[in-house]
């Protein structure tokens, strides 16, 4: 009877195995399962979604500025491509810093190159704000025609390209300014005129 008891008794060992063992399956079942799931959700809601055909070219739109002629007082076309989107107001923040970038036909732009686009927006009212950096002003040292063409380049670039503009209100430094170089009254909306451009 004695030698029965002893056989029955389990051993320390085989126990401490047997735990072990357990204890490695619910370690791998927990990585290999729901751990996993917690991380795939994380990563889902973090990190940017990548485009679906990898390498496709960045689409483009293309804006028509308006540059002065040496020739004559008129604005003249030239189109230039511009990444396109997300919003129209980036797009057109685009285009102004194309204008300011100069023609790549021997046209001159009217605003002086050391300009900044601060930002253009758009408003549901079909008026578009652009807000430009002080050295539209500062290093503007021109006449009446070419304040008035700087004024009309702007204005006409950004009716022109996109439809929902009709009327543009032009900003420096994010305030109301009264003219750029003394000629032409900043304090209103313009309305495009194409008149002003070269047939």
Known sequence: ??????????????????????????????FAGGGREKVERFIDANVPKTPAVAGEPAATKTVTLFFLDD????????????????????????AIAELIKGSEKGLLSPLPPQTKVRQVFIGKDGVA?????????????????????????????????????????????????????GHVDLTRAFLPDYSLVAR
């Open 129 to 181: 704000t652009v807000d430009l950096s002080r050295e539209v002003a500062e290093k503007f040292s021109y006449g009446s025609t070419m304040e008035l063409a700087a004024v009309y380049a702007i204005v006409n670039t950004l009716a022109f390209n996109f439809k929902a503009v009709k009327k543009v209100v032009i900003l420096v430094e994010g305030a109301e300014k009264e003219t750029l170089g």
């Open 71 to 94: 020739d004559d007082d008129f604005l003249h076309r030239e189109t230039r491509q511009v990444a396109a989107g997300p919003t129209a107001a980036e797009e057109a923040e685009r």
């Open 1 to 30: 009877m004695a030698n029965n008891k002893k056989a029955k008794k389990p051993k320390p060992a085989l126990v401490l195995g047997v735990l072990s063992v357990v204890l490695l399956v619910l370690v791998i079942i927990f």
